[in-house]
């Protein structure tokens, strides 16, 4: 009986996570694009009237940065994403979790109090640091579903070694982290869970990769410098906001979808807001495929190459972008259409609404970015490009100290 009610369970959690996992892309991702404006309409509104003393117009740091007790309220957090990752709990309802430990001796029997030793639990955890410290990993850091790692209060750098694999899990926050110069890891044994621990393979070195996963929310983390992406999003992963970040120094910033012959991502939806994507730039920021990506009041003050890229017809809708480009007169536009020729790019629904475009900076819409398809979205627009300086000037990781507003 004993046997048979584990076997139950184990089951019915298997096949629970499987359908927090397996998310469904949204039928019209333009209700989010919508809403997404109305927030940040209301933030900006309450600002106006004076309700929120120190608010930005930016309604995520509007939700919780306001608040002097932020340290005993920080699962809060967990209900001031906006966009596709919206709906990302993290460890939201599960124990506080403090790192006391740096190390990362044994990625398959690690230590209590370590990062790690979190990250691979079931239940849902908030982690948070003690002191502040820098984490080099020895090989990735591959999380379980139901976490947040929340890095205010301290100055925690995960630098030097792999980094962040968000594999095949759901509802993962990742919150005010240093990651830089991340490299590859792999060809060893690498524990994912208290049950099970495997073979990897070589990693890409990403900062932070996302594969197969769900319910995504990586905000106010400074991301530089790493081996491949900074951040990257393949293999059907869908439903993944990207906020608050300050990006500088790499090539492929962010790749958003695997091939052009991995049709699965066609269910991939993004929203990237009020990133700072800033020096030592040259590309990907994003380069997408097949899904719906929302890039909103993002500023755009240095690449090389190019801003936004794509291929296999991805949906781009930028709206309230500042966009400054280089001096180099042959890098000028922002847009790359790749992998096709124009007779089909043209028909690839790329929209620029409201973009401030700086320095000679140009966007090339195409197909329905020039017809009504949007008029929903844009009814409701982001806030003008000329306040994207203010909104993004908090960008990546804050300090945030005890009895003070963050």
């Excluded at 998310?23 to 600002?47: F, G, H, K, T, W």
């Excluded at 939806?269 to 009020?274: D, E, N, P």
């Amino acid at each position: 009986m004993t046997t048979s009610l584990s076997l139950f369970f184990f089951l019915f959690s298997l096949l629970t996570l499987t359908t927090l996992i397996s998310s469904s892309p949204l039928q019209d991702p333009e209700l989010v694009s919508q809403e997404v404006n109305r927030e940040i309409n209301a933030s900006m509104a309450r600002r106006n009237l004076g309700y929120l003393s120190c608010g930005t117009g930016n309604p995520i740091d509007d939700c919780w940065r306001c608040d002097p007790n932020w340290e005993n309220n920080r699962q809060r957090l967990a209900d001031c994403a906006i966009g596709f990752g919206k709906n990302a709990v993290g460890g939201r309802d599960g124990k506080i979790y403090v790192v006391t430990d740096s190390g990362d001796d044994d990625p398959v029997t690690p230590k209590p109090g370590t990062l790690r030793y979190a990250v691979i639990q079931d239940e849902p955890l908030w982690i948070i640091f003690a002191r502040d410290m820098v984490i080099k990993l020895k090989e990735e850091l591959i999380m379980n579903s139901f976490k947040t790692i929340d890095g205010r209060g301290a100055s925690v750098h995960i630098a030097g070694g792999p980094c962040i694999t968000i594999q095949y899990v759901t509802n993962v926050i990742v919150h005010g982290i240093n990651i830089h110069d991340c490299k590859q890891g792999g060809n060893a044994m690498v524990r994912d869970s208290p049950q099970h621990y495997g073979w990897r393979t070589i990693s890409d070195g990403d900062g932070v990769s996302i594969f197969g996963g769900s319910h995504i929310w990586v905000d106010h983390c400074s991301l530089s410098n790493c081996n491949d992406g900074l951040i990257d999003a393949i293999h059907g992963s869908t439903a993944i906001t990207i906020s608050n970040n300050y990006m500088t120094h790499h090539d492929k910033v962010m790749l958003l979808g695997h091939s052009d012959t991995y049709t699965q991502d066609k269910n991939m939806q993004v929203t990237i807001a009020f990133n700072h994507f800033g020096e030592g730039l040259v590309q990907r920021m994003p380069r997408c495929r097949h899904g719906y990506f929302h890039v909103v009041n993002n500023d755009y003050t240095h690449w090389e190459m190019y801003a936004i890229g794509g291929s296999a017809n991805p949906t781009i809708n930028s709206q309230g972008n500042r966009f400054v480009a280089p001096n180099d007169r042959f890098s000028k536009e922002v847009t790359k259409h790749e992998d096709a020729p124009e007779n089909e790019w043209k028909e690839w629904n790329w929209r620029s609404e409201g973009d401030l475009l700086v320095n000679g900076a140009f966007f090339t819409p195409s197909g329905a970015g020039a017809s009504s398809i949007y008029a929903r979205a844009s009814s409701l627009s982001a806030r003008p490009s000329s306040l994207v300086g203010s909104i993004t000037t908090a960008a990546g990781a804050l300090s945030c100290r005890k009895g003070s507003r963050c």
